[in-house]
């Protein structure tokens, strides 16, 4: 089992991100892409929003950003940016697959991936 790339954790990574970064909305999911200026892997950031349900629901929603971005990032290892998943109503029911093939999409608009 891949090791999970490094993570942003403090709050101001996250408004970093936000502020200066580009924000690619997809349906099951919202990428933020901020590049860096290294070949260091990418570091990774979740936040799933009160809107989308109470804590267990929150947390269930993250755990499955986490999981989507763990396995696509083994497929294909990206360098030098800080990427922030925003976790959506729709990332709870989305089937997982799907979830995926979103990220993929979002991951190639911001042009760290291949189109797929």
Known sequence: MPA????LKRRAEFLHVARRGRKL??????LQVLPRD???PVRLGFTVTKKVGNAVVRNRTRRRLKEAARLVLAEHPLHGADLVLIG???TRTRPFPDLQN?????LARAGLAPAS
């Open 4 to 7: 999970s790339p490094p993570r």
């Open 25 to 30: 909305p997809v349906h099951g999911l919202v």
């Open 38 to 40: 290294d070949t260091k």
């Open 88 to 90: 959506r109503d729709a």
């Open 102 to 106: 979103d990220l993929r999409r979002a």
